[in-house]
């Protein structure tokens, strides 16, 4: 039986971190689950790491549909959560939901959409209508432009005040799951301990329920210089296999992410 939102929020409940990586494969898919990764995210950095963009903005919610589907036959039994691609969710949220149920149909059992407060109405629209979410927030890829680069969020006494409302207000609209990226460590651990609902950190805190990077982050594969709060595993094992089990038992055991991979104020 595949798992549930419900087994992650018991997961959080008694303290057990969620291991999750992005995944656009079947094989990827097979060989993460029996490593024992619970959650696995067909993300839009597929635009980088698989199409070789150089950000993830030309992905279309087609490309995030395919890869769903193939990442749903190779894996029966992990969590699967899918990218709104970049203009796919900051529209109506009619057409909004067309587009999530889309990857719903596709085998994601969630869809994740960036953005702080100006997305709960949206937010809510979809969960009042069948579809769990994922809200993302800290740093969006999606807004790159808007940001000025990949760069860490919250650094700012406003903006990190800003960042912690948007977690409160997103939760409020029905957000099942909060995934925070790129932020200090002080306001990670202030998100963790304003929500609820399960938090999955990159480059925030080791206090969140869980963490993802990047498969091919963590395989040394990125043509490009990693951001601080990746860990190339392979280098420390002999396999794929090898260094996904590793992530996954440095996760559960909260050994990652250690305090060199994340951000001071």
């Known amino acids: 039986m595949r798992t549930s939102i419900v087994d992650l929020q018991l997961m959080q409940e008694r303290g057990e971190k969620i291991a999750m990586l992005t995944c656009y494969d079947s094989s990827f898919a097979r ?34 549909a395919y890869h769903t589907r193939c990442v749903a036959r190779g894996a029966p039994k992990a969590f699967l ?17 067309r587009n999530a149920a889309e990857l719903i149909r596709a085998g994601a059992q969630m869809v994740k959409i960036e953005g702080g407060s100006s997305m709960a109405p ?35 006494v ?10 409160q207000a997103l939760e409020r609209s029905g957000a099942s799951m909060i995934l925070i990226e790129a932020v200090p460590r002080s306001l990670a651990d202030q998100i963790c301990a304003q929500v609820r609902v399960p938090t999955i950190g990159i ?21 490009y210089i990693p951001p601080r709060f990746v860990r190339p595993f ?18 559960k055991a909260g050994q990652f992410p250690g305090e060199e991979h994340c951000y001071g104020v």
């Open 122 to 156: 949206t937010i809510s629209f979809l969960v009042t209508r069948g579809i769990p979410v994922c809200a993302h927030i800290g740093l969006t890829p999606q807004s790159v432009h808007q940001l000025g680069g990949f760069k860490v969020q919250g650094r700012n």
């Open 234 to 251: 392979i280098q420390e094992t002999g396999s794929i296999a090898e260094a996904v089990e590793l992530y996954v038992r440095e996760v």
């Open 31 to 64: 060989v993460l689950e029996q490593a024992g990764v619970d959650a696995l995210l067909i993300g839009d950095s597929l635009g980088m790491v698989v199409q070789g963009h150089d950000s993830p903005l030309p992905v279309s919610i087609a490309d995030i």
């Open 81 to 97: 959560l899918a990218d709104m691609p970049f203009a796919t969710a900051q529209i109506s949220p009619e057409d909004t939901f």
């Open 203 to 223: 480059g925030a805190s080791p206090h969140c329920s869980g963490q993802v990077l990047v498969i091919y982050d963590m395989l040394g594969l990125g043509a």
């Open 158 to 167: 406003a903006v990190a005040q800003q960042i912690l409302t948007d977690a």
